[in-house]
């Protein structure tokens, strides 16, 4: 079986980075999986959206790029076979919070059907099954099944990025 979880949350086990970072910024010292890891282009717009448009739409932007861009171009049987049994996929946010690490137990658990638990475990290596968002699901079959656009998506990109902008705060933040 393969679980998520998020670096705090889980101190034992077959650990398994799907962070940008690898898990750097919380001293994560053991093994990553890149292929899973959100791409920067659209981490960045969505993370600059934040505040500025409203999260369900921001959030669905992201789940939209990050299908598009990072899980269809995988195919989940070969995936499968980099994880032990046991492997638990590790990013930073709570089990609540929006994550792509969710993203991806639920395209797992679609496209193999298989269930994929939201973990805790403790020193000692108790597992404790936590919740997750199942809104993330819900969005993430209108994408697969194709319901929102890339029209939809194109225009949230539009309208709230403007990439002079960005090139213009980082030529201020090099002063």
Not at 8 to 21: E, F, T
Not at 77 to 88: A, L, P, V
Not at 90 to 107: G, K, P, Q, S, T
Not at 114 to 119: F, H
């Amino acid at each position: 079986m393969i679980y998520t979880g998020s670096y705090k949350n889980c101190l034992k086990g077959h650990l398994l980075s799907i962070s940008g970072d690898r898990g750097k910024s919380v001293n994560f010292q053991g093994a990553c999986f890149s292929a899973l890891a959100p791409k920067l282009s659209f981490w960045q717009i969505w993370h600059d959206n934040i505040g500025k448009v409203a999260d369900e739409e921001n959030n669905r932007y992201y789940i939209k790029e990050y299908y598009e861009q990072v899980l269809k171009q995988l195919d989940a049987n070969e995936i499968i076979k980099y994880f032990m049994d046991g492997t638990i996929l590790l990013c930073y946010e709570d089990n609540l919070e929006f994550c792509h690490r969710h993203i991806v137990a639920y395209w797992l658990e679609k496209t193999l059907n298989i269930s994929v638990p939201e973990v805790k475990v403790d020193e000692l290596g108790n597992i404790t099954i936590l919740s997750r968002p199942t809104w993330i699901k819900d969005v993430l079959d209108e994408v697969m099944n194709e319901k929102i656009d890339n029209l939809e998506v194109k225009q949230l990109v539009k309208k709230h990025y403007d990439p002079n902008l960005e090139f213009f705060k980082k030529c201020i933040e090099r002063k």
